[in-house]
């Protein structure tokens, strides 16, 4: 498992980009090695600081093999970094991977924490009719990750999982609970080191 290609976005106007009409979604590979800070990659900026501004949301994988299939369903290349990732991987089934799984890329340590759930920005970057609907029944939402310990990393590294939590429950099911599996749900908020967002979810799919 390892790192094809470390990607960044710079903020720029957009019509199509929801209520702000601002987004760094077209993330580019970069060059060399990337510092890793607290809540994010350095050179990569954010214009929707209250939906992704949140450290549980400070990097953003997507699997190769994801883009992949992808390519097929949508009959056009998908490049690395063109669904607004910041690391795409080779090799690591991250849709598999479990909330709360940590991972040491180059220096830094990452946990997973969150599926991506489409947005209208989402939507209108890839103008492909229906295209939240696909996105949510494809089940392939790549992984948000929390930064434990800073470093850098860059395309090459290899993915080491340092750490797999019992009984844990796997980004494609978190998918499923943010959807209204309650049970899922429920697991999910039994971990004690959920993400904070996770208790605000909860009140909309328990009640």
């Known amino acids: 498992m390892r790192i094809l290609s470390v990607n960044l976005g710079r903020a720029v106007a957009a019509e199509w980009a929801g209520r702000l009409r601002r987004t760094a979604i077209d993330k580019r590979p970069a060059e060399g ?3 890793v800070h607290a809540n994010g990659l350095a050179g990569d900026e954010r214009a ?21 299939w992808w390519q097929a369903e949508l009959g056009r290349d998908r490049r690395d970094g063109s669904f607004g990732e910041n ?20 220096t830094a340590v ?9 947005c209208v920005t989402f939507r209108g970057w890839m103008g492909e009719p229906g ?6 029944l494809a089940a392939r939402p790549g992984a ?15 993915i080491e999982v340092l750490d797999r939590p019992r ?15 309650r049970d899922l749900m429920r697991k999910i908020l039994a971990h004690p080191g959920h993400s ?3 208790d605000g979810i909860a009140e909309r799919v328990l009640k």
Do not use: M
Request: glycine share 10%; charged share 30%.
């Open 131 to 136: 295209w939240v609907r696909r996105f949510t």
């Open 87 to 106: 690391l795409t991987t080779s090799g690591a089934d991250v849709t598999e991977a479990l909330i709360g799984e940590r991972w040491r890329i180059g």
């Open 167 to 181: 009984d844990g429950v796997t980004i494609r099911e978190a998918f499923a609970a943010y959807h209204g599996d």
């Open 48 to 68: 929707d600081l209250v939906n992704h501004g949140h450290p549980d949301q400070a990097v953003y994988a997507y699997a190769r093999e994801d883009h992949d």
């Open 33 to 35: 090695r990337v510092a």
């Open 196 to 198: 904070e967002k996770w």
């Open 110 to 118: 990452l946990e997973v924490t969150a599926p991506r759930i489409p």
């Open 144 to 158: 948000y990750c929390r930064v434990v310990e800073q470093g850098e990393l860059g395309a090459g590294d290899e």
